[in-house]
C-alpha cells in the first residue's frame, strides 16, 4: 500500500490483551480506512477462536463508530464472512490479501464500481454477495519487503528478553501447501504452494541482521523448502553472503527423509523442526489421509538428533475411530524417541475439510474453542471431553519424567555432555514423578466414569495406576 502512494500506519494486537485500545488511535489518527488482518499462517488463526472473533468484532465496532470503512481479512472471515457483516464490516477479503485491498482501496477512493474485484464479499440490498475466486501470487518475489519499521521491534526485543531466550523474528518464506491431510483447513492459501526465492529470502534476513541485529528466526510456512533444491540453494545464498543465522521450521517427515534434505538444512543453520507426527498408530495416520509412515517418524528423528537438530512433535489426539491402543501407541513413541518438545491437541473439526463434513452434525451445542486451552471434543468421539483434557496433561507429565530419567542415565554414562537444560529437566522430576503418581490414583477413582461416558475399557497401558 505505501508503495503505491497510501499512508499506512500499524496497530499491533501482538502486544495487547485488549481490543479497546485500538479506540484511542482512532480517535488521533481517524483513518479513512480500518484493515483488520489476520496472520493466515498461524494455526490458531484457521481454529476461529471465538475469543480472537470476538475482539475482532469489537474492531469493527469501534472502527464504524470512528467513520471508517472496515475491511476484514481473516480465516474465520473467509469461512464465515455473513457473521462479520452483521457486526458492520463493509467488506470481507477472502484469500490472499495484498492485491485484493490495493484494488479495492483504490476503487473507493475513486469512488468507482466494485463489481469486478474478485475475492470480497460485501452486502448488496442486505444480501451478502460474494465475488469470484482470485488466482494466488506464484511469485511472491513481486512482493516488496515487508514493512519492518512500522513493528516497535524494541517491545519485542524486551519481551524476548524478559522470557531469558534469544531474540527471534519471524519470516514466511512460501504459502500454501499441497499435502491433503483431511483435518487441514486452507482457508487463506489453498492446496497451491509458492515460494520467495532463496536469494529474496537470503536478502531478507540480512536486512534484519544488519538493520536489528537479529540472527534467529522462526520459519512460519506451513511447509520450509519443499521445492526441489531450494533448501540447497538457500544455503548457498547464505554462504554468499556470508551470513550466519539459527532458524526453526515446520516439515514433514517424509519430505525430511529426501535425497540430502537434513544435510542441506543443518549447512544453512536449522536448529529446530516440528514435524506433525500426529499418532504412532499407522490406522490413524492412514484415516487422516497423512501420508506418511509411522517409520518415517523414527527415522527422520534419529537422523534429525544425528545432526544435533532438536526434533519437535506435533501430537493430535480423540481423531475419529482412535481407541486407547492407538493412545498408548503414541505415547510409547514419545518416550522411545525422546524428542526435544512436544505440542499436544484434540482434533479440531475445522470448515471446509473432509473431516468436517464427516462431524458437523455433532457441532449444535459448540462448533469454535473459546480459546487455545480449551481442548473442547467438539464431536462424538471415543471419549468425551474430561478424558481428553486429563489426557494432554498425562502426556506432557509422562513426557517430561521420560525426559530427565533419560538424561539422567546419560549424565552417568556422559558427564561431559552435560548442560543447564539437562540439568532443569532431571531436577524436574522431583515434581513430575510426583504428579503422575498423584494422576494414577485420581484415574482410580475416575475410571468408572469415563467407562460410563463411553462404555469402552480405559487400558492401564494408557494411564498405569501406580
Known amino acids: 500500500m505505501r508503495k503505491n502512494g497510501y499512508n499506512v500506519d500499524l496497530f499491533d494486537t501482538n502486544l495487547l490483551d485488549n481490543p479497546f485500545a485500538i479506540a484511542p ?12 488482518y489476520d496472520d493466515g499462517f498461524n494455526y490458531l488463526t484457521k481454529m476461529c477462536l471465538t475469543n480472537m472473533r470476538e475482539a475482532c468484532f469489537s474492531m469493527i465496532g469501534l472502527g464504524k463508530k470512528n467513520g471508517c470503512i472496515v475491511i476484514v481479512c481473516s480465516s474465520d472471515a ?19 490479501g495484498e492485491m485484493t485491498l490495493l484494488e479495492l482501496i483504490n476503487m473507493l477512493d475513486s469512488n468507482g464500481d466494485t463489481d469486478d474485484i474478485s475475492e470480497i464479499v460485501s452486502y448488496e440490498n442486505a444480501v451478502a454477495k460474494v465475488h469470484a475466486k482470485r488466482i494466488v501470487l506464484n511469485n511472491l518475489d513481486e512482493l516488496p519487503m515487508p514493512a519492518w519499521d512500522l513493528a516497535d521491534i524494541k517491545r519485542y526485543r524486551k519481551i524476548w528478553q524478559q522470557s531469558g531466550q534469544e531474540f527471534t523474528l519471524n519470516i514466511a518464506t512460501t504459502r500454501g501447501c499441497p ?47 519443499l521445492k526441489p ?3 540447497k540453494d538457500f ?20 519430505l525430511l527423509l529426501k535425497e540430502d534434505t537434513i544435510e542441506a538444512l543443518a549447512n544453512s543453520g536449522l536448529e529446530e523442526v516440528w514435524v506433525g507426527a500426529e499418532s504412532a498408530s499407522q490406522k490413524i495416520l492412514d484415516a487422516m489421509d497423512k501420508g506418511t509412515k509411522v517409520s518415517q517418524i523414527y527415522e527422520a528423528t534419529k537422523l534429525l538428533k544425528e545432526k544435533n537438530i532438536r526434533v519437535a ?25 525422546q ?42 468421539g471415543s471419549f468425551q471431553s474430561p478424558f481428553y483434557k486429563k489426557l494432554q496433561r498425562f502426556v506432557h507429565k509422562e513426557y517430561r519424567k521420560s525426559q530427565g530419567v533419560f538424561f539422567l542415565k546419560e549424565m552417568f554414562r556422559h558427564p561431559e555432555q552435560m548442560s543447564v537444560r539437562k540439568a532443569k529437566s532431571i531436577l524436574k522430576l522431583s515434581y513430575y514423578i510426583p504428579a503422575l503418581i498423584w494422576m494414577g490414583r485420581f484415574e482410580k477413582i475416575t475410571r468408572c466414569a ?3 461416558m463411553r462404555r469402552q475399557p480405559i487400558t492401564t497401558a494408557l494411564l498405569p495406576i501406580p
Not at 464472512?81 to 477479503?93: R, S, T
Not at 518438545?341 to 462448533?367: C, H, M, Q, R, W
Request: aromatic content about 14%; proline content about 5%; hydrophobic content about 35%.
Open 339 to 380: 524428542p526435544d518438545n512436544i505440542g499436544v491437541s484434540v482434533a479440531y473439526p475445522l470448515p471446509g475439510t473432509k473431516f468436517y463434513e464427516n462431524v458437523k452434525n455433532d457441532l449444535k451445542l459448540k462448533a469454535n474453542w473459546k480459546d487455545s486451552d480449551d481442548l473442547e471434543m467438539m464431536f462424538n
Open 229 to 231: 533444491n531450494w533448501v
Open 25 to 36: 488511535v482512532l480517535s488521533t489518527l481517524k483513518p479513512k480506512y480500518l484493515v483488520i
Open 78 to 96: 473467509t469461512d464465515h464472512y455473513e457473521k462479520y457483516l452483521q457486526k458492520g464490516a463493509d467488506y470481507i477479503i477472502q484469500g490472499e
Open 235 to 254: 544455503s548457498v545464498a547464505l554462504a554468499e553472503k556470508e551470513l550466519k543465522i539459527r532458524y526453526y521450521i515446520q516439515s514433514r517427515v517424509d
Open 179 to 225: 499435502y491433503k491431510c483431511n483435518w487441514c483447513a486452507k482457508p487463506i492459501y489453498g492446496n497451491r504452494y509458492n515460494s520467495h526465492s532463496p536469494e529474496y529470502i537470503a536478502k531478507h534476513l540480512e536486512f534484519l541482521s544488519k538493520k536489528y541485529g537479529v540472527n534467529r528466526f522462526w520459519m512460519c510456512d506451513d511447509i520450509f523448502g
Open 313 to 337: 512433535l506435533f501430537l493430535q489426539f480423540g481423531y475419529p475411530g482412535e481407541n486407547p491402543d492407538d493412545i498408548a501407541e503414541t505415547i510409547a513413541m514419545v518416550k522411545e524417541l
Open 450 to 452: 469415563l467407562i460410563l
